[in-house]
């Protein structure tokens, strides 16, 4: 069995080829798909942050909103860009929407991606620290969020308080039971993989990679969720962590798919610059006719190895095309690789 999941990143653009025009619809559309892959069986419905674009921002509103729409799918992140995050209210917000979807969330957490603007967590407030740079900070916010999920009081109480305090040190609240467990990283490399593991972070792992060995993205991806995997045994940790990998996959069952992907040209890997001096592997897509399909998605390794599968659809083709998308691969291709 494989969970598999969702992942929009909520692209909204006032153009009268959209079917998402404004961010009102980015939002809206995003709820409905949310409770439509509920309905046809699906695992998971993850949302992509980005700030300063037309795309899927704050979380925490969505995330709440889906979670009173829902009843039994995960909701979650991939990713939180951690740099941009107070991790104090950070932690009521979660709790809050932890509690609203009954403990369902699954939050994705990272240093971020390449910005829409230069330095742009500085307007928020935040700055690295005397010999530290963003990433850095990023995973500073990020050890100070799972320490607060422990739930531990920390703050002294007021000797005269508006309300009666419980005893002791005070807490942030609401506090959401197992949320802890239930936090991800998304991780661009084997060492952060490893550090990972270390936190008792479950792995993201997405259709990026920096190039590490100049081999294939899913065996690259592969050896990366080993070496997680390694990491967590080493680390000792309890429980048995879980590992998602995003892909691009359309299972090509009717005309409307073949005339959106059925000449699809990024049926091979693709390296680029995503800045001056990383060097990173972008994974292909898959879209074939499902017999095809199959038997490509069985040669992926990462897939393979990962217990998640998140499925990048195209948001702005609208909610019930994209239920069409997630419901074609449940129906024609999951069984048929033993993932249903």
């Not at 704050?58 to 039994?72: E, I």
């Not at 039971?177 to 952060?192: F, K, M, P, V, Y």
């Not at 060097?279 to 095809?292: L, Q, T």
């Not at 897939?303 to 195209?314: C, G, K, S």
């Amino acid at each position: 069995m494989k969970k598999i999941g969702f992942l929009s990143f909520g692209h909204w653009t006032p153009s009268p080829q959209s079917g998402t025009q404004s961010a009102s619809d980015a939002l809206l559309q995003s709820i409905d798909l949310a409770v439509a892959a509920e309905e046809l069986g699906a695992d998971g419905a993850y949302f992509r942050v980005h700030h300063y674009a037309r795309q899927l921002a704050s979380p925490f509103p969505l995330l709440a909103a889906v979670g009173a729409r829902t009843s039994r799918i995960e909701i979650g992140t991939a990713v939180i860009d951690m740099r941009y995050e107070n991790p104090f209210y950070m932690i009521e917000d979660a709790g809050s929407a932890d509690l609203i979807a009954g403990g369902r969330l699954q939050l994705g957490i990272s240093r971020g991606s390449p910005e829409q603007v230069i330095d742009g967590w500085r307007h928020f407030g935040f700055r690295p620290h005397e010999g530290q740079d963003d990433a850095d900070m990023a995973r500073h916010h990020a050890e100070v969020f799972l320490n607060l999920l422990n739930g531990e009081g920390f703050a002294q109480p007021h000797p005269r308080p508006m309300f009666p305090n419980p005893p002791g040190l005070l807490r942030l609240e609401p506090h959401s039971q197992g949320l802890r467990e239930r936090i991800w990283w998304g991780s661009a490399t084997n060492a952060t993989a490893q550090w990972t593991a270390k936190h008792g972070m479950n792995l993201q792992s997405s259709t990026l990679k920096f190039d590490e060995t100049g081999k294939p993205f899913h065996i690259q991806q592969a050896e990366q969720i080993r070496a997680y995997r390694s990491a967590w045994k080493e680390a000792g940790h309890e429980r048995e962590p879980r590992v998602s990998v995003s892909r691009s996959i359309f299972a090509l069952v009717s005309d409307m798919d073949r005339a959106y992907f059925g000449q699809s040209r990024n049926e091979e890997d693709q390296i680029g610059m995503i800045d001056a001096n990383t060097r990173a592997i972008f994974g292909r897509s898959y879209a074939a006719e499902p017999d095809a399909l199959v038997k490509q998605l069985a040669e992926d390794e990462a897939i393979a190895e990962a217990d998640t599968l998140l499925l990048t659809v195209p948001n702005q083709l609208g909610v019930a095309y994209n239920a069409h998308v997630i419901g074609a691969i449940l129906e024609h291709v999951a069984p048929e690789l033993g993932w249903r």
